[in-house]
């Protein structure tokens, strides 16, 4: 029973950002920022996507979400709750650190398009090297500086008149 109202925490986190990742995907097409494959059109929001999640991944924030993520083990060791309730706020918990990890790489999606499923098998292979891996917070450090720099590379060359 318990492990059913962790699982409705979990999902709840990840049901939340589902429907703001949606509407935020609406609020783009409506601006015609998103093409047919559900791409950013917009050099500006392209470079300011990879920019901003090239720095998220850099941030302390992330290290501690991804520290959390990986090891759901010791999160229910060291966040142990009695009951449904207490179960399912360790879900929302986990889920919240789970997305912590993951949501800037899930806006990448915006950038590669949505609708691409080389994109998004490529941002869930990423996904799970950085969970699984032993160096992954590394790999995630020097994707972070990849995907800052590729940003820059972007808002510059729009600065440009390009």
């Not at 920022?33 to 924030?61: D, E, F, K, R, V």
């Not at 966040?79 to 997305?99: I, K």
């Not at 969970?131 to 820059?152: D, S």
Request: proline fraction near 2%.
């Amino acid at each position: 029973m318990a492990t059913g109202f962790f699982a409705a925490g979990y999902l709840a986190v990840w049901g939340g950002f589902s429907a703001l990742a949606a509407g935020l995907q609406w609020g783009l097409e409506e601006l015609d920022l998103l093409g047919p494959m559900m791409t950013a059109t917009n050099y500006w929001l392209g470079g300011a996507i990879l920019l901003a999640a090239g720095l998220w991944q850099l941030t302390p924030l992330k290290g501690v979400c991804l520290r959390h993520c990986r090891s759901p083990l010791g999160f229910l060791s060291q966040q142990w709750r009695q009951g449904g309730l207490g179960a399912f706020r360790m879900g929302l918990e986990h889920g919240a650190y789970c997305l912590g990890c993951c949501w800037f790489l899930m806006g990448l999606l915006f950038f590669g398009g949505i609708m691409n499923l080389f994109w998004i098998a490529g941002v869930a292979c990423f996904i799970l090297l950085e969970k699984t891996i032993p160096m992954g917070h590394w790999f995630g450090r020097v994707a972070g500086v990849c995907f800052a720099a590729w940003g820059v590379l972007m808002l510059a060359g729009t600065a440009g008149g390009e």
